[in-house]
C-alpha cells in the first residue's frame, strides 16, 4: 500500500521558519523525485519547489525562491522543505506528492498540512 504522508505544519509568525517533512513508502522511493504543491482557500494550488530522483535537482516557484530549501534524505524515505523568513501570503495547505520526474505527472500524493502565518 502506497503511503505519502506530511508532517511539521503550523501556527508561526512572519519572519519565523517551519520545516515540513514528506515520508512515503510502499514504492522505490528512490526512483521518484518529490514535489511540494500549495492551496490556499479560493486559490488554484499552485506548484512551490520539487526534488528530482536522479541528481537531486532542485526547483523552486520564484514566490519563495531563497527562502524555501528542498532537500530528501532517500535513507529515510523522505523529503524536507525548510521555509525560512515566511510570510502571511504563505498561508496555505502544503502537499507533497511523487512523480517519475519533476514536471512529469504526480502518481501518489499526500492528504496535506496546514501551515498559517501571522502577520
Known amino acids: 500500500e502506497v503511503q505519502v504522508v506530511e508532517s511539521g505544519g503550523g501556527l508561526v509568525q512572519a519572519g519565523g521558519s517551519l520545516r515540513l517533512s514528506c515520508t512515503a513508502s510502499g514504492f522505490t522511493f528512490d526512483d521518484y523525485a518529490i514535489g511540494w504543491f500549495r492551496q490556499a482557500p479560493g486559490k488554484e494550488r499552485e506548484g512551490v519547489s520539487c526534488i528530482s530522483s536522479s541528481d537531486g535537482s532542485t526547483y523552486y516557484a520564484d514566490s519563495v525562491k531563497g527562502r524555501f530549501t528542498i532537500s530528501r534524505d532517500n535513507a529515510k524515505n523522505t523529503v524536507y522543505l525548510q521555509m525560512n523568513t515566511l510570510k502571511p501570503e504563505d498561508t496555505a495547505v502544503y502537499f507533497c506528492?511523487?512523480?517519475?520526474?519533476?514536471?512529469?505527472?504526480?502518481?501518489?500524493w499526500g492528504q496535506g498540512t496546514q501551515v498559517t502565518v501571522t502577520s
Open positions: 506528492a511523487a512523480a517519475r520526474g519533476c514536471g512529469r505527472p504526480y502518481d501518489y
